[in-house]
């Protein structure tokens, strides 16, 4: 289960987060959305302990993984850029094919496109086991069947571990076929939450309905 109470970030007078409570069950898949400097990215870094908080208290799981919305290689083949962290062979191989990436094996992963080094990224954070999955805008480089590619493979790494995934999303897509919850963001606030298709139905607030709009439309 993740807990938070009174969380705050502050940069000098700037208040970037300020979410009193929220709660997220321990097998839980919650999207994160809101425009540009909502407070997502701010969010998942404090609950991945890459940034401090400013006030509150953050109750996470010890094992977490995070995947940052920059995708990144390191010198080397595909299955290199996986098994860098002692993963097995066999792992990396098999989640290569699932994301179809598995015809570029000897390729240097400094040479793939966005989109491919994206999905690598995701195949090498789910290499591994965790309690708390933490993924920020998994999808942002991918175009339609990437997307569908990567948010399978979410799906199946849940059940295989049981674990809550949090992610940062600009893609209405992505949280209505991959989470149980969506949190619209503003100002790093709380502006709705509930089911994703309930919330992108009814938001509640005159912001979150002109947000919403907005999102359906840049689909």
Known sequence: MIEIKDLKKCYGERTVLDIPYLKIDENETVAFAGANGSGKTTLLRILAG?????????????????????????????????????SQKEKAEELLEKLELSHLTDKKAVSLSGGELQ???????????????????????????????VIKAIKE????????????????????????????????????????KEVLNNPGTEWAKSFIAGWKTDA
């Open 119 to 149: 999905r690598l990224s995701l195949c090498r954070v789910l290499s591994r086991k965790c309690e708390l999955l933490l993924l920020d805008e998994p999808t942002s480089a991918c175009d339609a069947r990437g997307a569908e590619l």
């Open 50 to 86: 890459m940034i401090k908080k400013s006030d509150g208290t953050v109750d996470v799981p010890e094992k977490i993984l995070y995947m940052p919305q920059q995708s990144y290689a390191f010198r080397g083949d595909l299955i290199k850029n996986i098994t860098v962290g002692n």
């Open 157 to 196: 790494y849940k059940n295989e571990n049981g674990c809550a995934v949090l992610m940062s999303t600009h893609s209405p897509v992505l949280a209505l076929n991959s989470a149980d919850r969506l949190i619209i963001l503003n100002g790093g606030r709380i502006e709705a939450d509930g089911r994703p």
